[in-house]
């Protein structure tokens, strides 16, 4: 027991006399002068004065070294050179501790180097033995091509990190970032910021909570409901990656993206975006939102993926719609389809694979079908191959119209007239004043043209051949009252709640989506006022 506690102590001991720190030698001097300060021994040194401890040399013009506490005081063109060729120069004044390594300094301009970065600033802590350095009032580092300002600063060089606090400011010639709190390192040349960022660059403006910022690879990264800025469209969500150098953007987590020049608002999961072909993707459960008439008229369309294009070079705008594509618009119409093309540019939208429309009583099919607007209003719809129309009464009977081709007439918003193509065969019912069944006229020709009036059937044209059938009343059966193809769908005709799926709230609430509209259409990130350089 004796000879464990004699080791311990023989160990003790010696790591004593090895942690203690070397003393701070000098090196050169002109002149050297003894004294006493406050019944202290006090050596005065002037002239190329050359102080070294460990790795670094401390240069001056003069100086008072303490040599019973191991520390002196430096004045003049002071420098400090360690082995890395890390120095700190053009210092006025320093305070320098040997036992602890620290170096306080102050001068109008000092500069702490270490290989490609600068950091300039008035007041300096330097710890060489942690190698970490702080400055207080303002400071600035040029590393390369980065330029960063702070009202507060801390340099750690074993990992090469700056953290700045408060007022900081970075540019790189691309991107100039606004932050409270912002790390840097100078070896990876990555920006990492902690807390409420504004970053502009060359096509928009950002705001984030937190993310980083590859300046080398020109990659962003940003977290904490991110938000983008550009000329035509304002872009929110959780996260958001964007390559300055592809113009590749990838936004996840409750993505809102809003075009102020359409009134469109796409909401989703994920979103991409494609600068250099113009193209955005939102999937999936993706739902779009059209405002018109003054904020009045609102269109919901939602789809499994929303793809817009913004073509400049080869002048497309369009929004394609892929999947499950439903749409609705409580003035104008209601509709279904696989995948759906918007072109903005000629104000019409095309609809594929098994569409079927609704407006008011009306259900209208074909197997293409597309639709003009007019003064932002629909105006006429064409239906291609197996034209089926299908009209209920104001008794519940189904009117009913098909053929190869039709075109259907609006105005405001109501069907006012239909054209039937090639091989048409209509069903219409005669009623005395709405309230009661006189009979059914079936009619077959190679084309008919039907008229409303308030919604409600008016007169019937045929044209060429017609061959008609009046049914009374009593006659009516089972039998004739259905077109081949007859189908009626209204099961499947969307309501709000069906398109907007997850989104929907209350139907009495609508605005939920519109207030967020608006809350993107007001949002100004002003840029932070320039601070002058320290």
């Not at 790390?183 to 960022?197: A, E, L, W």
Request: aromatic share 12%; net charge positive; proline share 2%.
């Amino acid at each position: 027991m004796k000879n464990i506690i004699y080791i311990l102590l023989i160990f003790v001991l010696f790591s004593s006399v090895v942690a203690q720190p070397k003393r701070v030698d000098l090196v050169q001097a002109g002149s050297l002068e003894g004294t006493t300060f406050k019944n202290q021994p006090v050596r005065k040194i002037a002239q190329n004065v050359i102080f070294k401890q460990d790795d670094a040399l401390l240069y001056c013009d003069l100086a008072y070294q303490y040599t019973l506490k191991n520390e002196l005081e430096a004045f003049s063109n002071i420098s400090i050179i360690r082995g890395d060729s890390q120095s700190i120069v053009n210092g006025e004044h320093m305070n320098y501790f040997g036992d602890s390594k620290l170096a306080q300094i102050t001068g109008k301009n000092i500069i702490l180097t270490n290989k490609t970065m600068r950091l300039y600033t008035t007041i300096l802590d330097y710890n060489m033995a942690s190698d970490i350095a702080n400055y207080y009032k303002g400071g600035r580092v040029i590393d390369g091509l980065n330029t960063l300002t702070s009202n507060f600063g801390t340099y750690f060089k074993l990992n090469n990190d700056i953290l700045f606090i408060k007022n900081v400011v970075f540019k790189d010639g691309k991107y100039t970032i606004y932050s409270d709190t912002l790390n840097y390192n100078t070896v990876t040349q990555i920006v990492d910021f902690r807390g409420p960022s504004t970053i502009i660059g060359p096509n928009g403006t950002m705001k984030s909570d937190k993310g980083n910022y590859n300046s080398i690879t020109k990659q962003s990264d940003f977290q904490g409901r991110a938000q983008i800025v550009y000329d035509n469209f304002i872009l929110k969500a959780d996260k958001i990656q964007y390559n300055q150098f592809t113009h590749y953007g990838y936004a996840t987590g409750q993505v809102e993206m809003y075009s102020p020049k359409d009134s469109v608002t796409i909401f989703g999961d994920i979103g991409e975006y494609f600068g250099l072909k113009g193209h955005t993707k939102v999937y999936p459960q993706a739902l779009m939102q059209t405002v018109s008439g003054g904020g009045k008229d609102t269109m919901f369309l939602s789809a499994d993926t929303l793809l817009s294009i913004n073509d400049t070079v080869k002048k497309q705008k369009q929004m394609h719609a892929y999947h499950s594509v439903k749409v609705y618009d409580r003035k104008n119409m209601q509709a279904i389809c696989d995948s759906m093309v918007s072109d903005r540019i000629d104000s019409t939208t095309t609809f594929f694979k098994d569409p079927v429309l609704w407006n008011g009583k009306n259900q209208m099919r074909g197997d293409t079908i597309k639709a003009f607007v007019k003064n932002k209003k629909l105006n006429l719809i064409k239906f291609r191959n197996k034209s089926f129309m299908i009209s209920k009464d104001t008794l519940d009977n189904y009117n009913q119209a098909k053929g190869k081709n039709m075109v259907v007439y609006f105005d405001s918003s109501r069907v006012q007239k239909i054209d039937v193509f090639e091989n048409s065969e209509s069903i219409f019912y005669a009623l005395q004043e709405d309230t009661a069944t006189n009979g059914l006229n079936k009619i077959a020709s190679e084309n008919l043209t039907v008229r409303f009036k308030k919604q409600k059937l008016k007169t019937i044209s045929f044209y060429k051949k017609p061959k008609a059938t009046f049914v009374p009343v009593q006659d009516i059966n089972d039998n004739i009252t259905r077109l081949k193809g007859f189908k009626w769908r209204a099961n499947e005709r969307p309501n709000l709640a069906i398109v907007m799926g997850k989104y929907y709230k209350n139907e009495n609430k609508i605005k939920i989506i519109q207030d967020s509209v608006v809350r993107l259409h007001k949002t100004k990130l002003s840029t932070p006022k320039k601070k002058n350089k320290p």
